[in-house]
């Protein structure tokens, strides 16, 4: 089971003032990637690409890659 804190805060160009997300937000987030990855046949020892913004997103999609074991890579996003 992966631990989620119970809060994040973003801050970048998008969001200067920040966004703020609890843990269940993200959690669900990340349940939803985790189903998604596991319908195309994604699992433990898979590697999934991931190319997003730095923010809630992003942090889904790692938590969500963890879920089904598959490792990930962050790619550039300019």
Do not use: N
């Amino acid at each position: 089971k992966i631990s989620i804190p119970k809060s994040f805060h973003f801050i970048g160009k998008s969001s200067p003032g920040g966004v703020f997300f609890v843990d269940s937000d993200i959690a669900a987030r990340a349940q939803m990637l985790a189903e998604a990855l596991r319908s195309r046949g994604i699992g433990r020892g898979d590697r999934v690409a991931l190319w997003l913004t730095a923010g809630a997103e992003q942090v889904s999609a790692i938590l969500g890659c963890w879920m089904v074991g598959a490792a990930f890579c962050v790619l550039p996003s300019y």
